[in-house]
């Protein structure tokens, strides 16, 4: 059974761009989160979802990011027209349930 | 919403020694409390967690309590190894329908040989 995954691992965009961060849950995981970490800090809730519904998107910033999780696929994470404070390292967890969460590795996000 | 602090932010620890983290949480309503592990440039990884009706729990030489009345949790880690030096963080988690986690700012703990 293979954990969360995350592509890519390292992604680099410039100023305005577009970044897009794919998480797969673990197999029998429904629910998937996203979090941000910044370099030496916690990480921050950004969302929640099941699949095709956004259930809990408190943490994320109202203006370019957006989330989803289709029915088929990975769940994606959407930065638009990117700026440099957008830089950090993504987690998607998932978890069967309202359980404990399992981390996938992560993407960098480096803005240039 | 929930705000969980967590102390001390660096932990320098003989090897062999023991090393405690401490947690305060805010809202009385959560009701489980992982702790999380990241070594530098990998994912967080489970390594204990506890829920609100237990008062505390133990697996080899990693062990939790809570104290509900105080909203504290703690992690204790007993004969500490090299290997032990990494980031913890601790979570909690409110008893609603979100399921998200709120972490700590999280401890920087290294154990010297």
């Known amino acids: 059974n293979a954990g969360v995954m995350q592509n890519p691992r390292h992604l680099v965009r410039r100023r305005g761009q577009e970044a897009r961060l794919r998480c797969s849950p673990m197999k029998g995981h429904s629910h998937v989160y996203w979090y941000r970490q910044l370099p030496e800090e916690g990480l921050k809730f950004m969302v929640y979802l099941q699949k095709e519904n956004i259930i809990d998107e408190s943490g994320m910033p109202k203006e370019r990011f957006s989330a989803e999780f289709p029915k088929e696929g990975p769940s994606i994470l959407r930065i638009q027209q990117v700026v440099r404070g957008d830089s950090a390292a993504y987690f998607c967890?998932?978890?069967?349930?309202?359980?404990?969460?399992?981390f996938g590795p992560g993407t960098r996000l480096t803005v240039l | 919403g929930e705000n969980v602090e967590q102390h001390p932010s660096t932990l320098s620890v003989q090897e062999g020694d023991s090393a405690v983290i401490k947690c305060t949480y805010s809202d009385s309503a959560s009701n489980y409390f992982p702790w999380y592990k990241q070594e530098l440039g990998k994912r967080p990884q489970l390594i204990i967690d506890i829920r609100s009706n237990v008062g505390e729990k133990k697996d080899q030489r990693i062990a939790v309590t809570l104290n509900k009345t105080a909203k504290h949790f703690s992690l204790h880690i007993t004969e500490t190894q090299p290997e032990d030096s990494a980031v913890y963080f601790c979570a909690a988690r409110e008893n609603n329908a979100g399921n998200m986690l709120t972490f700590g700012g999280g401890t920087r703990l290294m154990v010297k040989p």
């Open positions: 967890a998932s978890s069967p349930g309202q359980s404990e969460q399992f």
